[in-house]
């Protein structure tokens, strides 16, 4: 089918998020233009301006206006936690559980030979240098159960290790709700090696 080259352009623009496909885009198109004009002109501009203003924090990475992130800038975070995570998606997923005080370096990433990806694409050796900051004790492995993450946690494991500083890493296995005849096998055998104490 034809398209008039904008509305093509449209399409092909909106195929650049995760998870749409042709037909997705053409309906975000469609109701962009249809529908909501307003909403489609609010969109390009948040858009210009997120890209025009936003960069990465110079200590966490996280993006964020200014050269350091309000997280960094809190006084009243605790300076001995490191967490470290792959992406800004984990990043918001921890802060959101309100669990965490510490702070964070974000990887944007993990490690994958196959892909071209290694320590100097990550920019580990800004990890190291974070690392060697005075005042951090522990850091808390946040990376996927997949073999890339568990790699990329090993190669920050041994960062840490050669520092003297604690490592931990995120639980991982049964979710809270989970029922255990539906939980896929890798997932239990995580869930096992990482048991604990019971709490009475």
């Known amino acids: 089918m034809q398209f008039s080259p904008s509305f093509q352009q449209l399409i092909d623009a909106l195929r650049c998020l995760p ?23 609010h969109l390009a501009e948040a858009i210009g301006e997120a890209l025009e203003k936003l960069g990465h924090c110079r200590s966490c990475r996280v993006f964020t206006e200014g050269e350091i992130c309000p997280i960094c800038a809190d006084g009243q975070r605790d300076d001995r936690l490191l967490c470290v995570v792959e ?24 490690l994958s030979p196959l892909d071209g990806i290694g320590p100097d694409e990550l920019k580990l050796d800004q990890l190291a240098a974070r690392l060697d900051e005075a005042g951090i004790e522990e850091v808390i492995l946040a990376t996927s159960a997949t073999i890339e993450g568990e790699a ?49």
């Open 19 to 41: 998870t749409v496909g042709q037909k997705t885009a053409q309906r975000m198109a469609l109701h962009l233009l249809e529908r909501d004009r307003a909403g489609a002109g």
């Open 87 to 110: 992406s800004p998606a984990d990043w918001i997923a921890i802060e959101s559980s309100g669990a965490y005080q510490g702070r964070y370096f974000l990887l944007l990433g993990r």
């Open 152 to 200: 990329t946690a090993g190669y920050v494991t041994e960062l840490a290790r050669a520092r003297g500083l604690r490592v931990t890493r995120l639980a991982q296995g049964v979710p809270m709700g989970g029922e255990l005849e539906y939980i896929d096998a890798s997932t239990l055998s995580l869930a096992l090696k990482g048991r604990r104490e019971a709490e009475s």
